[in-house]
């Protein structure tokens, strides 16, 4: 999904809350549908595209399609992907559940100098993402439409906690 994220002037529209302007806006869900979904999935004609924002510097891109064979299998991670918009696009769902103090530590560990420091870097978790995070988890309850949940508190051992026989 990093390669499917709206520029920052609608990831970071000041107007709503941090957290919820992050929750609607980060993501470009009808360029991640039109180039990649749309094309891989059931009557796609498999030309695709992999990204339509290149993050670092927030221009939008618009690379050489590429063409799939038909027994592709595509897997798609990031954040917020139960979503209402996306539902028929997946076949099958995995949610990679971990506890939010793990998470956070995880988050300001890895982004603390991009974000200046450990302190910025945990405020914008605690006020952005995380917040979002429970906003996602509220509106979508992911665990229940997922088949499999994942526990990756300990990422050298994933722990499966539930499995959906489809």
């Known amino acids: 999904m990093d390669d499917f994220h709206n520029p920052k002037k609608l990831r970071y529209y000041e107007a709503q809350s941090l957290a919820h302007a992050y929750y609607e806006n980060a993501h470009d869900y009808d360029a ?6 749309k094309p891989l999935g059931k009557g796609g004609n498999l030309t695709y595209q992999t990204k339509s924002l290149d993050l670092e510097t927030d221009i939008s891109v618009n690379p050489e399609p590429q063409v799939a ?5 595509l897997v798609v991670d990031g954040t917020f992907l139960f979503k209402e918009k996306l539902n028929d696009y997946w076949d099958f769902r995995i949610f990679f559940h971990t506890d939010f103090k793990i998470a956070l530590n995880r988050g300001i560990q890895r982004d603390r100098a991009r974000l200046g420091g450990e302190s910025a870097a945990e405020k914008r978790y605690l006020e952005r993402y995380h917040k979002a995070s429970m906003m996602y988890i509220d509106d979508c309850n992911p665990m229940l439409k997922a088949h499999i949940i994942v526990n990756n508190n300990n990422l050298n051992a994933p722990d499966l906690e539930l499995l959906k026989i489809c």
Request: proline residues 0%; aromatic residues 0%.
């Open 32 to 37: 991640l549908i039109k180039r990649l979904l």
């Open 69 to 73: 064979a038909r027994n592709t299998i």
